[in-house]
């Protein structure tokens, strides 16, 4: 078995995966903070005959610093947090020339429509294949996505995405592969009896071999 | 001394606390959680229609504005009729607050009538909750707003009348006098607290 | 004058208690039987939540394989003892529903609200007994109709707690029919339970308090409880508005969360969380109120920094508010409005930081007596803050794309529902069992299932970070069909066997329960030498609770003051005389 996170194949992977860290890190050490001082006192406190507890109701200063030491961690982290998100998710950082693909999720299946060799979506050379991804490495894809019945949610572990894809109306989701290779489309939110296997494949090309896959897919639908 | 008469503080009797009667400080916090009632339900309108502004149409192209406008004014009068039914008690006027408490109840069950009424003249023209009834303009989630916003309301009016048809009922008893009234002044609370939320319905629902 | 009253009252009480065996036990109007009757409800509700989570790590621990036995349950459920998806996703459904809303909230409120806010304050009984009655009666029937749901025809609920729309209003789509109005319905009228409750809980907090018993004097299980009661009558409204929405869906044909009728799903997350996010921290304050009298008294030492634990309780429920966002960041949410859900997320760390620090405080220089109840509060300290730390992953928007819905928000929620919630709610049972039974607990078995429980709860759930790092999808009945999740069934399976282990050590728990209840050490009046007015009344207190109505003179945690005799000080004894003029009571009111 292999611990921590999947493998990471996208760009934007790396720095999610270290703000994990990052909070690992401020988290443990509270964690070592919290657990050692109460380790202690439990100890060093325990009752001992004839002894008596100091008659302390509390400590200004000491309320002061637990607050404020608490206060700037967590505004480090929210700050950190906020500049990858929106660098992620607002629309006006989306990035322009990415490749675009639609995805149309039902129960309990996901279908990719591809834009074919012209590249471009709502051509005649469009093409839809069901539970299959296929990307470029190295290139920008941009996904667009609506669902026919229950709210489902896309979800690429290696990839670090996962946006839900809800009824009614249109979510979008870019990323972009660092590695040729085959991983995994999964669904995240509880859609129905078949939740747990609405999942599919996703293989990375290279570049040429995606075009030679689209070409040959158009040809082989039309 | 029956038990729930102690524990339940008669009416009039100062505890120490808050310096008002348990009856009426429950109320009041009873208040506070229909208000939150009210507010989801209003949230969850303004949310519906700013996602959906053609679901709904120009005010007063289905919804009666002036016949509602004379409804809503029916009501205020009713909260006026209560204040007059409290104020006389207040004052030991026995025959006063049978007086305007009967007619809080029947301006109550004016509003009532008068909503059911447009009720049946909107269903009649397929105005009507359900989905693939829907046969108004606009779209069916107008008409699944609409009723359940007044629904809500009008099913608050109906507890009101019957609540107050009991407190009218003891008052020809002299169940309430001039020292101990908490009944006739918790009820008042709760007639004016249906009314204001009438008419910010009437704005947000009809007006706007 | 209400002291007058009471007096009057209790004595009329103590003479002549010729109540039926009816008005005493079954329709009683006493805050301390209803809470009685609430402890035993939500008890069984507790086993009940806590089998079908058995059920669900059979599954996941042997995914497939036909459980013995299992095909006991049905053809729908278990057809030769192997476990239908749809049936798992039911179990699901109802071991979240069942914890929260039947266990954890009437174990924290309906018992703990009703048994301990009146003995505190010092009152006769709750404002309004009889409405007080009738709030247990409503939730008599609201679990009834959820237990129901089980037998219906199409299978109970299964879109999870949380239940989403369209999913969980679309007959076709969940292959669910009368399970899901059968939940809905059943938490609506739960929700009127919990209103009448807190009503009460509310009047009586600010109406009730015997003299001298001023809002700084307050015990902070009370004062927990009266923060809690707050935010559940204004939470409650908005989920039972948004739940009569849903059943309108569900049966009469609207549309409000249905876009094929017009409507958007996305308003029920809204209002859900906003009701949810309130809901969690009801769920945890109370246990807050409870360590923290638990440590003071185990510790002999008062509570460090009383006012700022009122502060931080009052706000956490504050800031409970306008966190809600935080279950919606990947829902399709403007992502401007997420990192603004994110900062007030993270922000709520810090009054809870406070108390955390606060309980060490109370440690420290203390004289510290490891009761049973001391333990599992000391676990509860150790437990709840590795869930809160999981918390703030979740919280960081871009850490939550990975995570959201992966194990590790399952991870999260039992360490601070389990290791938090329930490890207070073992403390706060075994601590005022003898009020309550008027016999101990047994000290012994209570140490060693604390001990068991805490192994073997973390060795259940402390693994499930890893399943969700692994990127392991909650709510799924079958991960070993992923390429990145196979390799799990050995965690998966290591995870079932502690989840057993867990379970059997609580049989140590409902048997130490059981045989105290008939057989235990009879209690004192004041077993654990505490300062709280319930102290001062009988083990079990009678009908009417205090013999004559307490005065209050003093804070409730004066443990070891140095002109004592004693390590504490009762809240009603009288200061001694001493050369310099002893303080006026303060009178009520404050
Ligand atoms: C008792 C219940 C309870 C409590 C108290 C909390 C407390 C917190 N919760 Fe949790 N939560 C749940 C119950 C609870 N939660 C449940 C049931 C769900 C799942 C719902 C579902 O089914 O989908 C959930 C889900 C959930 C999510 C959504 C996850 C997702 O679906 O993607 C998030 C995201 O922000 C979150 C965050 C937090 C935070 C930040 C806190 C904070 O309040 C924690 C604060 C505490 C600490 C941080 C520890 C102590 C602090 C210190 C020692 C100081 C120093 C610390 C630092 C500097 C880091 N919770
Ligand atoms: C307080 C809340 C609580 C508690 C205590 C538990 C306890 C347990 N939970 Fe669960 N759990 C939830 C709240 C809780 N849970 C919620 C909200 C969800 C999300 C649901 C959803 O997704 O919709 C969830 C989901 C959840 C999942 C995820 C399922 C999925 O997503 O597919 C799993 C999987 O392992 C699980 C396991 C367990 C286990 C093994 C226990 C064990 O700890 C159980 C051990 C047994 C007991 C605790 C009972 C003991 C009884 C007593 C002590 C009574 C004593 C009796 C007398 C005195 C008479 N729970
Ligand atoms: Cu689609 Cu889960
Ligand atoms: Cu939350």
Redesign the pocket.
């Known amino acids: 078995m292999q611990w921590g996170f999947p493998e990471n194949v996208s760009t934007f992977g790396g720095e999610i995966d270290s703000i994990f860290a990052l909070i690992l890190y401020v988290t443990a050490a509270m964690f070592v903070i919290v657990e050692v001082a109460l380790i202690y006192f439990l100890i060093r406190y325990r009752h001992r005959e004839g002894a008596k507890a100091e008659y302390i109701h509390g400590h200004r200063r000491a309320e002061v610093i637990w607050t404020v030491v608490p206060f700037l961690l967590l505004a480090l982290l929210a700050f950190r947090s906020t500049k990858t998100w929106l660098g992620l998710k607002s629309p006006d950082r989306f990035p322009r020339d990415a490749l675009e693909l639609r995805i149309h999720a039902k129960q309990f299946e996901w279908n990719v429509t591809y834009p074919g060799p012209d590249g471009r979506l709502d051509t005649p050379d469009d093409f839809v294949r069901r539970n299959q991804l296929h990307l470029p490495v190295d290139r920008a894809v941009r996904v667009t996505m609506t669902s026919e019945d229950v709210i489902h949610s896309f979800f690429l572990p290696q990839f670090r995405v996962k946006q839900d894809v809800v009824p009614g109306m249109e979510t979008q989701v870019w990323f972009q592969a660092t590695r040729t290779g085959e991983f995994v489309l999964g669904c995240a939110e509880l859609c129905g009896l078949g939740h747990y296997h609405m999942r599919g494949s996703v293989t990375v090309h290279t570049a040429e071999d995606f075009e030679r896959w689209q070409r040959q897919e158009a040809a082989a639908s039309s | 001394m029956s038990q729930s008469a102690t524990m339940a503080m008669p009416a009039g009797r100062t505890m120490p606390g808050m310096g008002v009667y348990n009856l009426k400080l429950g109320m009041w916090v009873f208040l506070l959680s229909e208000v939150m009632f009210f507010t989801g339900l209003i949230g969850a309108y303004i949310i519906l229609r700013f996602a959906h502004p053609d679901a709904y149409t120009d005010p007063g192209t289905v919804l009666n504005v002036p016949l509602t406008a004379f409804n809503t004014f029916v009501l205020i009068c009713s909260s006026v009729t209560m204040v007059k039914a409290f104020a006389a008690i207040e004052a030991g006027d026995q025959r006063g607050l049978r007086l305007w408490l009967l007619a809080t109840v029947a301006l109550g069950a004016f509003f009532l009538s008068v909503q059911g009424i447009e009720y049946f003249k909107l269903a009649s023209e397929g105005f009507v909750p359900i989905a693939s009834l829907y046969a108004a303009e606009g779209a069916p989630l107008y008409g699944a707003t609409f009723y359940t916003l007044t629904g809500f309301h009008g099913a608050h009016v109906t507890i009101g009348v019957l609540c107050m048809s009991f407190t009218s009922f003891k008052a020809f008893r002299g169940a309430y006098t001039q020292a101990d009234h908490g009944g006739v002044e918790i009820m008042g609370l709760y007639w004016h607290f249906v009314d204001l939320v009438w008419i910010i319905l009437f704005t947000i629902v009809y007006l706007i | 004058m209400t002291t007058v009253a009471a007096v009057q009252h209790t004595a009329h009480a103590l003479h002549h208690d010729d109540r039926s065996f009816i008005r005493k036990y079954i329709f009683s109007t006493d805050h301390k039987i209803i809470g009685i009757q609430f402890l035993f409800m939500s008890?069984?509700f507790?086993?009940i939540?806590?089998l079908l989570?058995?059920l669900?790590?059979w599954q996941?621990g042997w995914p497939g394989q036909p459980l013995p036995g299992g095909a006991a349950l049905g053809e729908t459920r278990m057809p030769g003892g192997v476990m239908l998806p749809e049936f798992?996703n039911s179990l699901?459904?109802m071991?979240?529903?069942l914890?929260?809303f039947f266990?954890?909230m009437p174990l924290l409120v309906g018992v703990f609200a009703n048994y301990l806010i009146p003995l505190q304050v010092g009152a006769p009984d709750m404002a309004f007994p009889r409405l007080n009655m009738l709030s247990f009666w409503t939730a008599v029937p609201a679990g009834l109709l959820m237990v129901a749901g089980f037998f219906v025809a199409g299978g109970h609920a299964g879109a999870?707690?949380?239940s989403y729309p369209p999913l969980s209003a679309v007959p076709e789509y969940s292959g669910v029919y009368n399970g899901q109005v059968f939940w809905t319905l059943s938490i609506i009228i739960l929700g009127f339970s919990s209103l009448m409750g807190s009503v009460n809980y509310i009047t009586t907090v600010i109406n009730m308090r015997a003299p001298g018993m001023t809002w700084f004097r307050l015990p902070l299980p009370t004062w927990a409880l009266f923060i809690t009661s707050i935010l559940i009558l204004l939470a409650i409204p908005i989920l039972t508005g948004a739940l009569i929405l849903l059943l309108f869906d569900q049966v009469l044909g609207t549309g409000f969360y249905l876009p094929e009728r017009g409507g958007q799903p996305l308003l029920w997350q809204h209002l859900f969380w906003f009701f949810g996010h309130p809901e969690v921290y009801i769920?945890i304050l109370p246990a807050f109120g409870f360590v923290s009298e638990i440590i003071s008294n185990g510790a002999r030492k008062p509570l460090f920094g009383y006012h700022a634990m009122v502060i931080a309780i009052a706000s956490i429920a504050f800031l409970g508010w306008i966190v809600w966002g935080h279950h919606m960041f990947q829902s399709g949410m403007n992502p401007m409005l997420g990192a603004t859900f994110m900062s007030t997320t993270m922000v709520i760390a810090i009054p809870t930081a406070v108390k955390v620090f606060n309980w060490l405080g109370t440690l420290w220089r203390g004289d510290i007596h490891f009761h049973a109840p001391m333990l599992y509060a000391i676990g509860f300290v150790a437990m709840f803050v590795i869930g809160g730390f999981s918390g703030v992953f979740l919280a960081s928007t871009p850490v939550d794309i990975f995570l959201h819905d992966t194990?590790f928000v399952?991870a999260h929620?039992?360490y601070v529902?389990?290791g938090g919630?329930?490890f207070a709610i073992f403390g706060a049972i075994t601590y005022w069992f003898p009020k309550m039974f008027g016999r101990m607990m047994n000290e012994t078995v209570g140490k060693i299932h604390f001990a068991l429980t805490f192994i073997f709860?973390n060795l259940?759930f402390f693994p499930?970070h890893q399943l969700g790092d692994a990127g392991m999808m909650?709510?799924?009945y079958d991960y070993t069909g992923y390429a990145h999740l196979a390799g799990l069934r050995p965690l998966n399976e290591f995870?079932s066997v502690s989840?057993y282990l867990?379970?059997a050590t609580?049989l140590l728990?409902?048997g130490n329960?059981?045989w105290s209840l008939l057989r235990g050490k009879k209690a004192e009046p004041n077993p654990w030498r505490a300062n709280s007015l319930e102290w001062a009344a009988p083990s079990p207190p009678p009908h009417g609770n205090f013999a004559e109505t307490p005065t209050v003179y003093r804070g409730p945690y004066e443990y070891s003051a140095p002109d004592a005799d004693e390590d504490y000080l009762p809240q009603d004894r009288p200061p001694v005389q001493r050369p310099a003029p002893a303080p006026e009571p303060i009178p009520a009111g404050g």
């Open positions: 008890l069984l507790l086993i939540g806590g989570a058995m669900i790590r996941l798992y699901v459904t071991h979240g529903t914890m929260i266990a954890i999870g707690w949380t769920l194990y399952v929620i039992h529902l389990f919630s329930l709860f259940t499930m909650r709510r799924i995870i989840a867990l379970f609580q728990f409902a329960f059981l």
